[in-house]
């Protein structure tokens, strides 16, 4: 890395709210951003907020993954248990994403994924905090879970999580924008996260449904923004993707939730 760029991306990181930013996702829009010619002072703060508008706003308040980590170390190891149910609730409410999915969270996957059911692997790709809705998807008791984003604290917990329930998971910071996971698995999991990576690289969406290596992929939009409006989100993305799918004859259903635009696609 370049002095210059290092030196942004170090000045970039010492913003408490990006402190745990994956450096790499870090690093690619800061190069981006340097070829604009801006002051030094504007260019940091076109880097942090693009990071805010991918990554922060779902999480405005930061997570306290320390109180999470003491009270789930109290936990049964089930967790289907209704102590580690709500528990897990709880947490989810601590990413916009995976909050704004809890009042459908009993149908969600029951109903998107009932024609693959039961899975037995998946690949989350810009997860959050969804892995830990496993205990409402339909899947088999020896699930294989490969999941990754770009918060270091995030992963780490999620580790935590896979270990203190006995799941066979692994979670790895990865910006999809420059790697696609290659990591097999039945199903692959990209929820409301095209529009996030395509801030960064207009032509990421296409290349990520072509590149992930799973014969099954679940792909969902937002169908109200993040501040609640309703602004025809649900038409503009689902036209949106099928202009992604253009050409590729994959068989695709469709489920509509309140929140939520879903496809299940099977290549
Ligand atoms: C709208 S949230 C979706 C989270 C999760 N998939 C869900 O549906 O609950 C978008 C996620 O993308 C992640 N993200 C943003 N840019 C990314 C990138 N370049 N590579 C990987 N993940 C990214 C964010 O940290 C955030 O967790």
Redesign the pocket.
């Known amino acids: 890395m370049d002095e210059q760029l290092e030196k942004m991306v170090k000045q970039v990181q010492d913003g408490a709210k990006y402190r745990f930013i994956h450096p790499d ?1 870090i690093e690619n829009i800061a190069r981006n951003e340097l070829k604009k010619g801006r002051s030094w002072k504007d260019t940091v703060k076109a880097i942090r907020n693009k990071l805010h508008q ?2 922060s706003a ?1 999480q405005p308040q930061g997570i306290d993954y320390e109180r999470l980590y003491s009270e789930m170390k109290s936990l049964p190891q089930d967790i289907h248990n209704p102590e580690v149910r709500r528990f897990l609730i709880q947490t989810m409410g601590n ?1 916009a ?2 909050r704004e ?1 809890l009042q459908i969270l009993d149908q969600f996957f029951l109903e998107t994924l009932s024609s693959l059911s039961p899975i037995d692997s998946i690949l ?7 892995p830990l809705a496993l205990a409402w998807m339909p899947v088999t008791s020896s699930i294989q879970l490969i999941v ?4 270091v604290d995030q992963i780490e917990f999620l580790n935590a999580f896979f270990e203190h329930f006995n799941i066979h998971g692994k979670a790895f910071c ?4 420059q790697q696609v996971p290659q990591e097999k698995a039945q199903l692959g ?1 990209v ?3 095209i529009p ?2 395509e801030q ?1 690289d207009k032509n990421i969406g296409a290349k990520i449904l072509q590149d992930l290596p799973c014969q099954n992929l679940l792909v ?1 939009f ?1 169908a109200v923004s993040l501040s609640g409006k309703k602004k025809g989100m649900r038409q503009f993305y689902s036209e949106h993707f099928q202009t992604l799918l253009h050409n590729t004859g994959w068989n695709v259903s469709t489920f509509s939730f309140p929140n939520e635009q879903a496809f299940l696609i099977k290549k």
Do not use: E, Q
């Open positions: 996702l991918v990554g779902y990413h994403s995976t999915r989350d790709v810009a997860c959050g905090l969804n990754c984003d770009i918060y990865c910006d999809l924008t999991l929820l409301k996260t996030c990576l960064i969902s937002p």
